[in-house]
């Protein structure tokens, strides 16, 4: 009888796919994990993901609504010598001089004020849209005092200033939701800007500085 021929050697099972096969479980994790992160409407947290993306994978930058509103802003800046936009580190403000936004003594806009403060509120709501955002108006005075019925002193009349803009932003599409009124009266001169000298005299064009009104806007 014939002897049977042996059985071939058992070929080792080789586990190389399991490497191929855990790299694209990683990557399907890490789109998940993104698409989650871009999911919750935070305008703050989606542009830091963009951003981060964009300047790992191409080495670039990337534009943001709040990008496209500060050069907006700072066109309306170059029509108008009373203004000027900032950044900070969560948005942009823009800063008017009071005298071209306000009659003397009062909280009433004048036509020059009612002019830029339109073409503000248009540039957030179209820019910014329904994104998470919010606005901080802020009025501030000089330390020349002021004694009115209206006005008993400069804590009313910032107020009162920067409760005029808010009132003006609403009325042209802003939500009233996202706006806050602040008034600081001659507490927070402009930076660079003290009211006196170190003998104590007035700076006439220093309290100018100091009577503004900023815009915040962050995110």
């Not at 071209?100 to 820019?127: C, H, W």
């Not at 107020?159 to 009124?181: E, K, Q, W, Y």
Request: hydrophobic share 35%.
């Amino acid at each position: 009888m014939a002897k049977l021929p042996p059985p071939p050697p058992e070929e080792e099972e080789k586990e190389d796919w399991l490497l191929t096969y855990a790299d694209a479980i990683t990557l399907l994790m890490a789109f998940f994990v993104l698409l989650y992160t871009v999911s919750d409407p935070n305008t703050e947290k989606f542009e830091a993901v963009t951003k981060g993306m964009v300047e790992s994978l191409k080495g670039g930058s990337v534009k943001t609504p709040f990008t496209d509103l500060s050069k907006d802003l700072s066109q309306v800046q170059s029509e108008s010598e009373s203004s000027k936009v900032g950044s900070t580190k969560r948005g942009l403000t823009f800063e008017f001089k009071s005298r071209k936004m306000f009659e003397p003594g009062s909280a009433n806009i004048v036509p020059e004020g009612i002019k830029a403060l339109d073409r503000v509120a248009q540039l957030v709501t179209f820019r910014l849209g329904k994104k998470n955002y919010k606005i901080e108006v802020e009025g501030h005075t000089d330390d020349t005092p002021i004694s009115t019925p209206q006005f008993p002193s400069n804590w009313e009349l910032s107020s009162a200033r920067a409760s005029a803009v808010v009132r003006f932003m609403i009325s042209r599409g802003v939500p009233g939701d996202r706006l806050r009124a602040v008034g600081y009266a001659d507490t927070k001169p402009k930076e660079g800007f003290p009211f006196k000298d170190n003998e104590g005299s007035p700076i006439p064009e220093n309290r100018e500085e100091g009577r503004r009104v900023v815009i915040r806007i962050e995110r």
